[in-house]
């Protein structure tokens, strides 16, 4: 259900990081978008990028298959949307760049003593993949996948269960999420939560919850405001 590790020497108790995978660590939304297109084009669903980050972005594969695959068996669908993911790896693997400043904060938070968890709404070998494609699956105490739960984003649960493994309280600690779902799943936690720009503008982020949003790690309001939070 949930992979997590020890608790670092040196952690600071209640504050903690935690950060969604896809769009938010990296900027993967134009992959899953042309994997969605050629998996369920022929079947008669097109999405541009605005409708992929209303309907797709963010949400569970068990809810994109209810919704779009209503004819089908739940097998079935597991079928159809694991071939996405197949397609969406096999674009993916080489390709994977960091958002700009994301290395330096992931060094900054470790030498503070700051855990950090990754929650994601996406399948296992995914985030896995991405993590590791990006060289930081070390720097993550847990990482809560939101399928292998009883709730997924945009319910709190995911947030809740990576705050729980660290010890983080929620008020303390912050958030960052690409997609409405994700905010609101984060900001449902209790947790103040900050929009990565890379598919949603910030109308739309705080819209749906967020306190603000940045375009990358590199903000110079972003750092002003963890330097804050995180007391470093």
């Known amino acids: 259900m949930i992979e997590a590790k020890g608790q670092a020497r040196g952690q600071v108790t209640g504050r903690a990081l935690l950060f969604d995978i896809d769009g938010t660590l990296a900027n993967t939304d134009p992959l899953h978008l042309k994997a969605f297109n050629q998996v369920l084009g022929p079947r008669g669903h097109v999405f541009d990028h ?9 949400f569970a594969n068990a809810s994109i298959g209810e919704r779009f695959l209503p004819d089908e068996t739940v097998e079935r669908r597991a079928v159809i949307l694991g071939e996405k993911e197949v397609v969406f790896r096999t674009l993916v693997a080489g390709q994977i760049e960091p958002l700009p400043g994301l290395m330096a904060l992931l060094d900054r938070a470790d030498a503070a003593g700051i855990p950090m968890v ?5 399948p296992r ?23 292998e739960l009883a709730h997924g984003k945009p319910h709190s649960l995911p947030y809740q269960e990576g ?5 983080g309280s ?14 609101q799943s984060a900001t449902a936690a209790g947790i103040p939560t ?20 940045a375009s990358a790690f590199d903000d110079p309001e972003l750092l002003a405001r963890l330097a804050a939070a995180m007391a470093w």
């Open 50 to 58: 605005a409708r992929f980050s209303k309907e797709l972005q963010g």
């Open 194 to 213: 900050i929009g990565i720009r890379t598919s949603l503008s910030h109308a739309d982020l705080v819209g749906a919850g967020a306190v603000a949003s």
């Open 118 to 122: 990754a929650v994601t709404n996406a």
């Open 163 to 167: 705050l729980r493994f660290v010890g």
């Open 125 to 147: 070998l995914n985030a896995e993949l991405l993590l590791s494609g990006l060289g930081i699956t070390h720097r993550f105490r847990a990482l809560v996948i939101g399928d």
């Open 170 to 183: 929620a008020t303390a600690s912050i958030a960052f999420e690409d997609s409405r779902s994700g905010v």
